[in-house]
């Protein structure tokens, strides 16, 4: 059984961390007000506001900075303030006894992908495809909110995960399926093939998004899951968004997926609202849900955090 991490509530103290590619401090600051206005305390790694060009510091300090708030038994939250590039970098210098034994919320998606899936599977400790730093924001949509505190500071189980009103999830092959959540951005799950942290999908549901990629390349990275034996082994596919994408040579994302994902057969909801675009459904990675499509759901079927009671909702 996946190890749930304590839920979140009003007063904890949330770990910010830069694990891939820089921020301004001017956002980073502006975002720590939000936090503090919800009600949170708020711990700033050593290394944040770094910038190292596209990376944000070395790897060992972007690693030290995360051990550090994986140690500090105040932390009951750690925030990332954005994706970009670099987090597998951070791979060979984590702890993972030490993280196995201190579970807490990890919440982020774009590149961060790479730490929510390997942490569930080497560690087994749910993680969230959900906000980042950069995301808390007065006029962040209220579907976000209500989407991230459900999922880590309630025990609300079953939960179904619906888009918001106006944006449809189609149900494109049709079954019933179950196993635990896996997946994120396409690129940076990508990025894991045929290294020491390469992700299991078998027996899996595999949930992909994608962002500021045209069709051709979109399609290159879905070919390479497909050879590596990834969506053979999946049982079902969760597709999200695939945000700000150019149409090449013709083809949109949905001519790829009608072409290349609708033939396998297997079951595969489409539109669902995740990480990069405007909405972002929290997903809870390495937790069990069930794919429907018969009746066009996706459920978790557990509660993704731990706790004797529930709290106000934010």
């Avoid at 060992?60 to 550090?68: H, N, T, V, W």
């Avoid at 499509?293 to 529930?310: F, G, Q």
Wanted: hydrophobic share 40%; charged share 15%.
């Amino acid at each position: 059984m996946a190890i749930k991490p304590p839920i979140l509530q009003k007063g904890d103290t949330i770990g910010i961390v830069t694990l891939g590619s820089p921020l301004g401090a001017d956002i980073i600051n502006d975002r720590i007000e939000t936090l503090k206005y919800l009600g949170f305390n708020v711990v700033v790694g050593q290394y944040v506001y770094a910038d190292n060009g596209f990376i944000a510091g070395t790897d060992e300090q972007r690693a030290s900075d995360l051990m550090a708030m994986f140690a500090d038994d105040r932390v009951k939250m750690i925030l990332p303030t954005r994706g970009g590039v670099g987090v597998a970098g951070i791979l060979p210098y984590l702890d993972y006894a030490v993280i196995q034994r201190h579970p807490k919320i990890l919440s982020g998606y774009s590149d961060v992908t790479v730490l929510l899936n390997v942490l569930a599977q080497y560690v087994n400790l749910i993680t969230f495809q959900s906000l980042l730093l950069i995301n808390f924001t007065r006029n962040e949509p209220a579907y976000n909110y209500n989407q991230f505190f459900t999922a880590t500071s309630t025990l609300t189980s079953p939960r179904q995960i619906q888009n918001p009103i106006g944006m449809n999830q189609i149900s494109r092959v049709l079954g019933d399926v179950t196993g635990q959540i896996v997946g994120g951005n396409l690129t940076s799950f990508v990025d894991l093939i045929g290294t020491p942290y390469e992700i299991d999908t078998k027996g899996k549901i595999l949930l992909l998004e994608e962002t500021n990629e045209p069709i051709n390349t979109v399609y290159r990275y879905m070919n390479a899951l497909k050879l590596a034996g990834k969506l053979d082994d999946c049982v079902g596919i969760v597709m999200g968004e695939c945000t700000e994408c150019p149409v090449s040579y013709g083809k949109t994302y949905d001519d790829l997926i009608n072409d290349f994902l609708v033939p396998l057969g297997k079951p595969l909801m489409t539109h669902v609202a995740t990480a990069h675009g405007t909405y972002k459904a929290a997903i809870p990675i390495g937790a069990v849900a069930n794919l429907d499509t018969i009746n066009n759901a996706l459920t978790v079927l557990e509660p993704s955090v731990s706790v004797t009671s529930e709290i106000e909702l934010f």
